[in-house]
Every structure is written in structure tokens, then in C-alpha cells.
């Protein structure tokens, strides 16, 4: 029943990321320089009480089941990397060409406390609504995107 559960949530992530190829390669950028300094409102950061390894692997996690995919005419994938020695995390969002889609940056502030920062093009529509749901992912609390918790390692 629970690999049954888990196929069926597989399923469904391949099924949405499928259709969001009308809209996901676009807007992008060709340079993360570009995008950073065209990003809309210089970036949309906030704080999050929570460790930034564990908003860093849920989101991770959120953009390969809900951002990346594979489709006849367009392919997108996230390039991650978890810098512990500076403790923050990038995540990024890119085309088959290698256009910059968006970058996103995890940053500990305290043990318990982050800064997550996204930067989208400035043409993107729904920034504010697309940077919400980027902070419930953050927290692992999208039954979709976020459907098994990462369990950390003290």
C-alpha cells in the first residue's frame, strides 16, 4: 500500500511538471549574473525558523519532483549545492540551453533561523505567489512536492 502511495505521487509529480512546460522555460536569463540583477524586487527573501540544511533538502527535494521535468520540446532540471563550510545552499532552476530560470539561496542565520532569498526574472508573472509557495516548500509542507521528509543526522 505504501509503494502504491508513493508510485501514484510519482505519477502525478511527472503528469504536473509535464504541463507546466508551457510556462516554466519562461521567463529566463541567460548569465545568473543577469538574473540576479534583473530579479525581481532584487530577490523575495524572508526568515524561516528553521535549520537552513533542512529548508535546503526540502526544497531540493520540492523542485526535482515539481520544477524539473522532461517534455517533448523543452527539458528543465535544478542544479543544487550545499556549501556546510559556508553554511547556505543554492538551488537553481535552468533550461536544456542552460538559461537561468531561477536561482534560490538557503543562508543560516542561527541554528534555528534562515534566510531563503529567490530570484525570478523580472518579466515573471505571480513572483509573490511563486515565492509563497517556495516557503512551503522550504518547510516541507507540500503534500505533493515534499511527499517524504527528509530525516537529518545530528
Known sequence: MKN????????FCFLFSACQSQFVTTPNSPTEA????DAVDNGLSAELDIPYVQAYMNLKQAYQCC???SAEKDFVFTDNRLEQHLEMGT????????AYLQKTTVEALAPEKTRI???????FRFAQQRFKQDL???HGKDAL??????HLKS
Do not use: M, Q
Open 34 to 37: 543577469s538574473l540576479v540583477a
Open 91 to 98: 538551488l537553481f532552476a535552468r533550461t536544456e540551453g542552460g
Open 4 to 11: 502504491n502511495k508513493k508510485l501514484h505521487i510519482a505519477v
Open 145 to 150: 512536492c515534499n511527499h517524504y521528509p527528509y
Open 67 to 69: 520544477i524539473a521535468f
Open 117 to 123: 532569498t529567490l530570484f525570478l526574472p523580472a518579466k
Open 136 to 138: 512551503r516548500w522550504a
